[in-house]
């Protein structure tokens, strides 16, 4: 940490801009980004540096950065946070006299301040995506941006209306945290699908706005985590009863649901292939749902295979998709960056509106290891589940983009980094399976960005079954595999109490480009078994650990990583809440 904000205050946040152009997602081989585009950007944010005259608008009108004396006080806020002279500047032209301060009283103001300042720039970061969609080549990578900029509006708003309330219960500040990691991630994906397609210069400006945003809400964060010891009185979470397993998200009524099968339940409407349903496609049926349910909608697909490419979108909500098997009900798609797509459209389903169910269903992208970044399935919904389902691609099959997820006895198969985003996501009694590569290739199982060090984000994986597939396991030699790679610099990812078969290379975890992140990440291992499971020659990192105690291997749980007692148990989804011993 002391490193990197050395790094951030030489250069403003040009620097942590670079570094992330530099570690772009071409995974098929850790390659060189376009050193074009990393001049450019850094170029276009220094000469509107984060933290001066642009950024530092009080109600009176713009006050120059040298004019401006922070008080001790909002230096203790500013301190921890990654860009903190962009914090200190921000705060001060909203606070009133430094004579007063910030006291522990208002503390709640200051974060409302911080969630407002990045809501501004969200805004004009929308209206400049917008009128660039249509005056460039790369459509359909600004297109992503401005769903991803949207997308983020909705979070901080939701963010300040629960920063407006008089004090916060743990559930809301976990809320808020969420929020706050999810809108940090939106923008680096926002920034990794433009860099993706193109050199980044024509769209320049547009980088810029939106490292903006990333700044403002990477600093609401950090001041949120930071001073959540404030709160310890309003901080106690309720005791919620687990009821056959699972987090409090899930309601009585789910729970049924889950536990009956597909053809005893009463779904709202049923999709059929052969038209002896409502509706042919999922996505007719998805389009008709209602808008901002807060009731549960249960959509029946029959036994077929569905090729479309299916989105569902931020006003359907509370929607559960439910087939007659996952090797019975299949949705199935191709697209692939190397045939133009960015890696967040290639996905066959992409599901964002909040409390996505789904169960006994495949997804399946069948573009093909020589296609590279080609996703099966892309998940931003929070508080979502999936329940005995197949995700099945080669490069880039699961992407748990953003928010809170759970998946269980689902079975997973790929190659690169098929596991790979950034939230706060536990797969539990799960089967994943390593496929045979393409040429010169080595498998992943997981690539976790997280960029932030206060973001709630990790993969953990929990008591899963991990070998090869079938097509893996006469050339498994020939093509290591790995437990993970660090995409971005705090990747976190954990198994636990899983079986790892011998397709696992001892050393366990591979490098992404050279000695990145390897002192930043947090990678564990905790009571694993199986061939795969030795950790006498593991890696060296001094992120890496081997998990010894209980008590630092339960944050990974259930209970303690996604809150799980707290909105599980409403499916019927049986799960584990912590440790099985």
Same mark, same amino acid.
């Given at each position: 940490?002391?490193?990197?904000?050395?790094?951030?205050?030489?250069?403003?946040?040009?620097?942590?801009?670079?570094?992330?152009?530099?570690?772009?997602?071409?995974?098929?081989?850790?390659?060189?980004?376009?050193?074009?585009?990393?001049?450019?950007?850094?170029?276009?944010?220094?000469?509107?540096?984060?933290?001066?005259?642009?950024?530092?608008?009080?109600?009176?009108?713009?006050?120059?950065?040298?004019?401006?004396?922070?008080?001790?006080?909002?230096?203790?806020?500013?301190?921890? *946070?990654?860009?903190?002279?962009?914090?200190?500047?921000?705060?001060?032209?909203?606070?009133?006299?430094?004579?007063?301060?910030?006291?522990?009283?208002?503390?709640?103001?200051?974060?409302?301040?911080?969630?407002?300042?990045?809501?501004?720039?969200?805004?004009?970061?929308?209206?400049?995506?917008?009128?660039?969609?249509?005056?460039?080549?790369?459509?359909?990578?600004?297109?992503?941006?401005?769903?991803?900029?949207?997308?983020?509006?909705?979070?901080?708003?939701?963010?300040?209306?629960?920063?407006?309330?008089?004090?916060?219960?743990?559930?809301?500040?976990?809320?808020?945290?969420?929020?706050?990691?999810?809108?940090?991630?939106?923008?680096?994906?926002?920034?990794?699908?433009?860099?993706?397609?193109?050199?980044?210069?024509?769209?320049?400006? @547009?980088?810029?706005?939106?490292?903006?945003?990333?700044?403002?809400?990477?600093?609401?964060?950090?001041?949120?985590?930071?001073?959540?010891?404030?709160?310890?009185?309003?901080?106690?979470?309720?005791?919620?009863?687990?009821?056959?397993?699972?987090?409090?998200?899930?309601?009585?009524?789910?729970?049924?649901? @889950?536990?009956?099968?597909?053809?005893?339940?009463?779904?709202?409407?049923?999709?059929?292939?052969?038209?002896?349903?409502?509706?042919? *496609?999922?996505?007719?049926?998805?389009?008709?749902?209602?808008?901002?349910?807060?009731?549960?909608?249960?959509?029946?697909? %029959?036994?077929?295979?569905? =090729?479309?490419?299916?989105?569902?979108?931020?006003? %359907?909500?509370?929607? @559960?998709?439910?087939?007659?098997?996952?090797?019975?009900?299949?949705?199935?798609?191709?697209?692939?960056?190397?045939?133009?797509?960015?890696?967040?459209?290639?996905?066959?389903?992409?599901?964002?509106?909040?409390?996505?169910?789904?169960?006994?269903?495949?997804?399946?992208?069948?573009?093909?290891?020589? =296609?590279?970044?080609?996703?099966?399935?892309?998940?931003?919904?929070?508080?979502?589940?999936?329940?005995?389902?197949?995700?099945?691609?080669?490069?880039?099959?699961?992407?748990?983009?953003?928010?809170?997820?759970?998946?269980?006895?689902?079975?997973?198969?790929?190659?690169?980094?098929?596991?790979?985003?950034?939230?706060?996501?536990?797969?539990?009694?799960?089967?994943?399976?390593?496929?045979?590569?393409?040429?010169?290739?080595?498998?992943?199982?997981?690539?976790?960005?997280?960029?932030?060090?206060?973001?709630?984000?990790?993969?953990?994986?929990?008591?899963?079954?991990? *070998?090869?597939?079938?097509?893996?396991?006469?050339?498994?030699?020939?093509?290591?595999?790995?437990?993970?790679?660090?995409?971005?610099?705090?990747?976190?990812?954990?198994?636990?109490?899983?079986?790892?078969?011998?397709?696992?290379?001892?050393?366990?975890?591979?490098?992404?480009?050279?000695?990145?992140?390897?002192?930043?990440?947090?990678?564990?291992?905790?009571?694993?078994?199986?061939?795969?499971?030795? *950790?006498?020659?593991?890696?060296?990192?001094?992120?890496?650990?081997?998990?010894?105690?209980?008590?630092?291997?339960?944050?990974?749980?259930?209970?303690?990583?996604?809150?799980?007692?707290?909105?599980?148990?409403?499916?019927?989804?049986?799960?584990?809440?912590?440790?099985?011993?």
């Amino acid at each position: 940490m002391e490193n990197m904000d050395s790094l951030i205050e030489s250069s403003g946040a040009a620097t942590r801009n670079q570094m992330f152009v530099s570690r772009k997602k071409n995974r098929g081989k850790c390659v060189t980004v376009i050193a074009v585009a990393s001049i450019v950007v850094v170029a276009m944010i220094m000469c509107e540096p984060i933290g001066v005259n642009a950024l530092s608008r009080s109600r009176e009108g713009y006050v120059a950065a040298q004019e401006l004396e922070p008080s001790i006080e909002i230096e203790s806020v500013c301190s921890p *946070t990654l860009y903190p002279e962009s914090c200190r500047v921000t705060l001060s032209s909203y606070l009133t006299s430094s004579s007063n301060g910030v006291t522990l009283q208002n503390k709640q103001q200051v974060l409302h301040i911080a969630a407002m300042v990045a809501m501004k720039e969200a805004n004009r970061a929308f209206v400049q995506a917008s009128a660039f969609f249509n005056q460039t080549h790369y459509q359909i990578a600004v297109g992503d941006c401005v769903e991803l900029i949207d997308i983020t509006k909705d979070q901080l708003s939701s963010s300040l209306s629960l920063l407006q309330q008089d004090g916060m219960n743990a559930r809301e500040h976990s809320e808020v945290r969420a929020l706050l990691s999810a809108a940090i991630t939106n923008m680096e994906t926002c920034h990794d699908g433009i860099l993706e397609k193109s050199d980044g210069k024509s769209e320049a400006g @547009l980088l810029s706005s939106v490292e903006r945003v990333k700044v403002f809400a990477s600093n609401c964060l950090a001041i949120l985590v930071n001073t959540k010891s404030n709160w310890a009185d309003k901080l106690a979470l309720p005791s919620t009863p687990i009821k056959e397993g699972f987090p409090w998200w899930v309601s009585a009524a789910d729970r049924r649901i @889950l536990q009956t099968s597909a053809n005893d339940i009463n779904a709202d409407v049923v999709v059929a292939a052969d038209g002896s349903g409502n509706f042919k *496609t999922i996505t007719e049926a998805i389009n008709k749902a209602p808008e901002k349910s807060s009731k549960r909608h249960v959509i029946k697909v %029959k036994k077929g295979t569905y =090729k479309e490419y299916v989105e569902v979108g931020k006003t %359907k909500t509370n929607i @559960l998709l439910i087939g007659e098997g996952m090797k019975r009900t299949i949705v199935t798609g191709s697209r692939n960056v190397v045939d133009g797509s960015t890696t967040f459209k290639s996905a066959t389903f992409a599901v964002v509106g909040k409390g996505f169910m789904a169960q006994d269903i495949a997804f399946v992208n069948t573009a093909g290891p020589k =296609k590279h970044q080609a996703v099966a399935l892309r998940v931003g919904s929070d508080q979502s589940v999936f329940y005995r389902c197949k995700i099945a691609g080669h490069q880039d099959t699961l992407y748990t983009h953003s928010l809170r997820q759970f998946y269980r006895e689902c079975l997973v198969l790929g190659t690169v980094d098929f596991i790979f985003g950034n939230s706060a996501v536990v797969l539990q009694s799960c089967t994943l399976l390593p496929r045979k590569p393409g040429q010169s290739q080595k498998n992943a199982i997981t690539a976790q960005g997280r960029t932030d060090p206060n973001q709630d984000t990790g993969i953990s994986i929990h008591s899963c079954n991990i *070998t090869a597939d079938s097509d893996l396991v006469p050339v498994k030699t020939s093509f290591p595999t790995y437990l993970g790679r660090p995409w971005k610099e705090y990747s976190r990812t954990v198994y636990m109490q899983s079986f790892l078969g011998d397709a696992i290379n001892p050393a366990g975890w591979l490098e992404w480009s050279g000695d990145f992140a390897l002192k930043t990440l947090y990678y564990g291992e905790y009571k694993n078994s199986g061939a795969g499971a030795r *950790t006498g020659n593991r890696v060296k990192w001094g992120g890496y650990h081997v998990i010894k105690s209980s008590k630092e291997a339960i944050k990974f749980t259930v209970d303690e990583f996604i809150q799980g007692n707290e909105w599980l148990q409403a499916t019927g989804v049986d799960y584990i809440t912590g440790l099985t011993d």
